[in-house]
């Protein structure tokens, strides 16, 4: 399937079925206006700066939250506070500034255990709650493989948290994302990756597939991966959503973040790494509308679904830097022209040989 390709079906859809078309009248479009970077490990207030992997504005006080994926390999896991550097006259981007940085805290206060032990954390995205003044994160946890014996269960979770990483409560789980020790549930650094607010709702998604909904995508077969929705306070779980990533050569392929446009429209980063090719990443809009709620079926290989909508919007690759392992996305400030910009940044995996690097668009709209 190419990834350009719309494919209208009016029927059901299976497992692998293959994306419907947009639903909104304009289509999302984006103008490359630059990037920068941070450098490889560079040290601040005490920790090792990297592993980049959510990010977030506050258009009130124009404060950027950007979390790391570090599990203590370096520090306890934490987030920073930063200020993007975007002129709002033209949109130059100048610089990334580190303004400080705040250990996410457990219920009992203390920060998180380090790697493969027990009640361990994995911060994969974070969002600023600007009604309630709070944070949401997202952990995808973590469980033992036949590749990764002796790896301690710790679920993932998506949690607030206060601005200075103090834990405030918990959205609840859905019994299907639960990780476990057997090949049921999500894969191992395949669950909770993404997390986005609307008016009306919080979403999170996960990275890949889980053991049974399907093997992971192939040169010629996609894989659904679940968007679960809350309602606004997060207190209730209101629906679930089948997503098809697009076919690859690579198990090293998933879903790295979604961000919501409005209610029921969200863009979303898919990404995939080769040795030969290194990454791909393309950006697509997706849509709820219409989709079938999947959050009861506990397989998804033997029932049929509609999964949500899905649009290309932009292939990483055209911009005219080279492609990094990109999992952050946020809308930033809007210019003084009225347009908004968005902001997609690079999980460097505190290796060298990898870039913590901030790409700036702004958004534009082609009517069809």
Same mark, same amino acid.
């Given at each position: 399937?190419k990834?350009t390709r719309l494919?209208?079906a009016?029927?059901?859809v299976?497992?692998v079925?293959v994306?419907q078309?947009?639903?909104?009248?304009?289509n999302l479009?984006l103008?490359?206006?630059?990037?920068?970077q941070?450098p490889?490990m560079?040290?601040?207030e005490?920790?090792v700066t990297g592993?980049?992997s959510?990010?977030?504005y506050?258009?009130?006080s124009?404060?950027?939250?950007?979390?790391?994926?570090?599990?203590?390999?370096?520090?306890?896991? +934490?987030?920073?506070t930063?200020?993007l550097?975007?002129?709002?006259a033209?949109? +130059?981007?100048t610089?990334? +500034?580190?303004t400080?940085?705040?250990?996410?805290r457990?219920?009992?206060?203390?920060p998180?255990p380090?790697?493969?032990?027990?009640?361990?954390?994995d911060?994969?995205?974070?969002?600023?709650?600007?009604?309630?003044?709070?944070l949401i994160?997202?952990?995808e946890?973590?469980?033992?493989?036949a590749?990764?014996?002796?790896?301690?269960?710790?679920q993932?979770?998506?949690r607030?948290?206060?601005?200075?990483?103090r834990h405030?409560?918990?959205?609840?789980?859905?019994?299907?994302?639960?990780l476990?020790?057997?090949?049921?549930?999500?894969?191992?650094?395949?669950?909770f990756e993404?997390?986005?607010i609307?008016?009306r709702?919080?979403?999170?998604l996960?990275e890949?597939p889980?053991?049974?909904?399907?093997p992971?995508?192939?040169?010629t077969?996609?894989?659904?991966?679940?968007?679960?929705?809350w309602?606004?306070s997060?207190?209730r779980i209101?629906?679930q959503y089948?997503?098809?990533l697009?076919?690859?050569t690579?198990?090293?392929?998933?879903?790295?973040e979604i961000?919501s446009?409005?209610n029921n429209?969200?863009?979303?980063?898919?990404?995939?790494?080769t040795?030969t090719?290194?990454?791909?990443?393309?950006?697509y809009?997706i849509?709820? +509308?219409g989709a079938?709620?999947?959050?009861?079926?506990?397989?998804?290989?033997?029932?049929?679904?509609?999964?949500?909508?899905?649009?290309?919007?932009?292939?990483?690759?055209s911009?005219p830097?080279?492609v990094e392992?990109?999992?952050?996305m946020s809308w930033?400030?809007?210019?003084m022209?009225?347009?908004r910009?968005l902001?997609?940044?690079?999980?460097?995996?505190f290796?060298p040989?990898?870039k913590?690097?901030?790409?700036l668009?702004?958004?534009?709209?082609?009517?069809h």
């Amino acid at each position: 399937m190419k990834l350009t390709r719309l494919i209208a079906a009016a029927v059901l859809v299976a497992t692998v079925g293959v994306p419907q078309p947009a639903q909104a009248a304009e289509n999302l479009t984006l103008q490359y206006l630059g990037s920068q970077q941070i450098p490889h490990m560079m040290k601040f207030e005490g920790t090792v700066t990297g592993g980049f992997s959510g990010l977030d504005y506050d258009p009130e006080s124009g404060t950027w939250y950007v979390v790391s994926d570090d599990r203590w390999r370096y520090n306890p896991a +934490r987030f920073y506070t930063a200020d993007l550097e975007i002129d709002p006259a033209d949109g +130059r981007f100048t610089g990334v +500034r580190l303004t400080g940085v705040h250990t996410l805290r457990r219920p009992d206060a203390t920060p998180y255990p380090g790697y493969a032990q027990p009640e361990s954390t994995d911060p994969e995205s974070i969002r600023y709650d600007t009604t309630r003044n709070r944070l949401i994160w997202s952990s995808e946890g973590d469980r033992a493989d036949a590749a990764n014996p002796g790896i301690a269960l710790s679920q993932g979770y998506l949690r607030f948290a206060d601005p200075s990483g103090r834990h405030v409560g918990e959205l609840p789980q859905p019994k299907n994302l639960e990780l476990t020790e057997e090949e049921r549930g999500p894969r191992r650094n395949f669950g909770f990756e993404g997390v986005s607010i609307s008016a009306r709702n919080i979403v999170g998604l996960t990275e890949g597939p889980r053991y049974e909904d399907g093997p992971q995508p192939t040169a010629t077969t996609g894989a659904p991966v679940r968007i679960t929705v809350w309602d606004r306070s997060g207190r209730r779980i209101q629906a679930q959503y089948a997503y098809i990533l697009e076919p690859h050569t690579t198990e090293d392929t998933g879903a790295s973040e979604i961000l919501s446009i409005d209610n029921n429209r969200f863009l979303t980063l898919e990404r995939s790494w080769t040795p030969t090719d290194g990454y791909r990443v393309r950006l697509y809009e997706i849509d709820l +509308r219409g989709a079938t709620n999947v959050l009861n079926r506990n397989a998804l290989t033997e029932t049929r679904y509609r999964p949500v909508s899905k649009r290309l919007v932009l292939n990483l690759s055209s911009t005219p830097v080279a492609v990094e392992n990109y999992e952050a996305m946020s809308w930033g400030p809007t210019l003084m022209s009225g347009e908004r910009t968005l902001v997609i940044a690079s999980d460097d995996n505190f290796s060298p040989e990898e870039k913590s690097q901030f790409l700036l668009f702004k958004l534009g709209r082609q009517t069809h």
